[in-house]
């Protein structure tokens, strides 16, 4: 894998980034640039606070995975001092960055995330008409109520003649059965 440098741009924010492998990585110095922060250590700060948003890959990690030198990849993310240690950002912790971040930059980040997220939104306008024809009021579900109360009423009367019936015609069975043995 080998190092690209170049600009990752997001909701018309363009910041400098690194891309190994694909994906990009900044510091939490070029988030804090990014969003407004006074030092990096406001970034590490919400990162910790947070942790379990963000990818947490270190520095290390990073050079394992690349061919180049490490001072390379300093140079690339424009930071001299950074320890192996340190936390690297990918292009969904920026997202996630600035959605948690407070001030003015953050803010406008997070209008300007949402605004897209409205955009994609749909809302379906249904016709009253045919809103009020699938809807059922409360008197057609009490006439349909009623009409199955009475349906079962009518089975629950026939189911008790027919026991009637069967009732009359095992005693007629019964009588014929007795009066078959007498006249043996």
Known sequence: MELQVGVYKV???????????GKFW???????KLFGSSSADTINRAYRRNRRRFSGTRLADLLS?????????????????????AVMYNSRDVLSMGLILNGDE???????????????ATFDMVPREQLEAA???????ADMKEA??????SVEDRMTK?????GIAASNAGRTLRLVRETK
């Open 65 to 85: 995975r690349t061919i180049c030198p490490a001072q390379d990849l300093r140079k690339a993310l424009g930071s001299k001092q950074l320890r192996k240690d």
């Open 26 to 32: 900044c510091t939490g110095g070029q988030l804090a």
């Open 106 to 120: 953050a803010a406008a980040f997070q209008s300007d995330v949402l605004d897209m997220i409205e955009a994609q």
């Open 135 to 141: 809807l059922m009021t409360n008197k057609q579900l």
């Open 11 to 21: 909701l018309g924010i363009e910041l400098g980034m690194v891309s190994i492998d």
């Open 162 to 166: 027919m026991e009637e019936h069967l």
């Open 148 to 153: 199955l109360q009475e349906k079962l009423d």
